[in-house]
Structures are given as structure tokens and as C-alpha cells.
């Protein structure tokens, strides 16, 4: 349901994408599903691919679906070793089940017990971040985790760091941290200037 609320904050987009559908519905339904799919792609794709379509409500939505997908499975190889795996995944997966259904308390719970196990996954510290700063409201553990996560990442995956950094910005933003938050965000865009959310958040910083 959260998903396809968010999805709705797209749709001025898919409207046009869909505006062009046959007359018959055999057609219709198609053009409507490729429309679809490309805003689930969007969203999967992370901040970047929104550009302007990037609303804040949208983080939590954003990792989820990337979690979903597992399409950082890959580089998260190479630091989830075996030696740290057999406890941390068992406890990871169950977190992340956890997160899907809501339960946030015990999501935490879990994430932190791998957290423990294996400090240097990085996507662990950003779903502990998400959840404090969407559904928990702890300002401070948010940023500490997204700080995690973003210097974790930084070596393997300069995209997922670059994120981190922006959330890391907005959260001291929040927080009327506004020194700090002014630098997450520049060292975001050092590591992905195609960040443009980036860009207007440090502009609505620098104006206030």
C-alpha cells in the first residue's frame, strides 16, 4: 500500500506516458503497465532518476524497493564475509521482513543485532536511518546511521554514499543543523553531482 501511495505521487508523469492509450483495452492495459513498471523502475532507481519528481516521502519507499530488488546484492558480496554471515543474515532477513510489514521496533532490533555482527554493511545503517527518520522521529540516531552508511558505502558505491550524505543533510537540516547540513549535502554532490535534489536543497539552504 505504501508503494502504491507514493507511486500516486507520480502520476502527473505517468499520465502523459499513459495519455496516448488505444482504443481497445487489450492496448490500453499494456501501454498502462509499461507505464507502471517505468515508475517503479524510477523509483528503484533512486534520487537521481526522480529529478524532479524526488518528494522527501518518497525516501522511505525508495530503499525499501531497493531492498526488494537486489540490485546492491552484488557489491554487498564482498563485505558481507562468511565469517560475519551466518548470524548476521538470519537476523538481517528477519529485520527486513520486519521493516516490509511495519514493525518498526522489532525491525530495529534485529537490524542493530546485525549491525553488531557486521559493521561495515553499509545497507544495514541505512534501513536502521530510514526507519529511525520516517517512522520513529529520532533525528540524531538518523544521522549517525545515515553518516554509517554513507561512509561505508563510499569505497564500493559511490551512488548509494552520495544518498546518504543527502538524507544525512536533510535530517541535520531538520534538526536546525544548519552548518552541518550544508556540508553533508556538498559532500554528497562531490560524489554525484547528478544529484540535482542536491543541488536545490544547499540553493533553499543557502537562501534561507
Request: aromatic content about 10%; overall charge negative.
Amino acid at each position: 500500500n505504501i508503494v502504491t501511495d507514493e507511486v500516486g505521487a507520480l502520476g502527473d508523469r505517468l499520465v502523459d506516458e499513459i495519455g496516448g492509450l488505444d482504443a481497445t483495452m487489450f492496448d490500453g492495459f499494456s501501454q498502462l503497465t509499461d507505464a507502471l513498471e517505468l515508475g517503479f523502475d524510477r523509483l528503484g532507481g533512486g534520487i537521481e532518476k526522480l529529478n524532479a519528481d524526488f518528494n522527501l516521502l518518497l525516501g522511505d519507499v525508495i530503499w525499501q524497493m531497493r531492498l526488494q530488488q537486489g540490485t546492491l546484492d552484488a557489491i554487498l558480496k564482498e563485505i558481507r564475509l562468511p565469517e560475519f554471515e551466518r548470524e548476521a543474515r538470519a537476523l538481517r532477513e528477519r529485520a527486513e521482513d520486519a521493516f516490509r510489514n511495519g514493525w518498526y521496533e522489532e525491525s530495529l532490533i534485529d537490524f542493530q543485532g546485525a549491525a553488531d555482527r557486521n559493521y561495515r554493511d553499509f545497507s544495514v545503517h541505512r534501513s536502521i536511518a530510514t526507519i529511525r527518520f520516517y517512522h520513529c522521529i529520532d533525528l540524531p540516531t538518523a544521522l549517525k546511521h545515515y553518516l554509517l552508511a554513507a561512509k561505508y558505502s563510499e569505497p564500493s558505491d559511490r551512488t548509494n554514499s552520495a544518498e546518504c550524505y543527502f538524507f544525512a543533510g536533510l535530517v541535520a537540516l531538520a534538526n536546525q543543523q544548519r552548518a552541518d547540513g550544508e556540508r553533508h549535502l556538498i559532500r554528497a554532490l562531490a560524489l554525484n553531482p547528478r544529484l540535482f535534489e542536491a543541488h536545490y536543497q544547499l540553493a533553499v539552504n543557502y537562501a534561507l
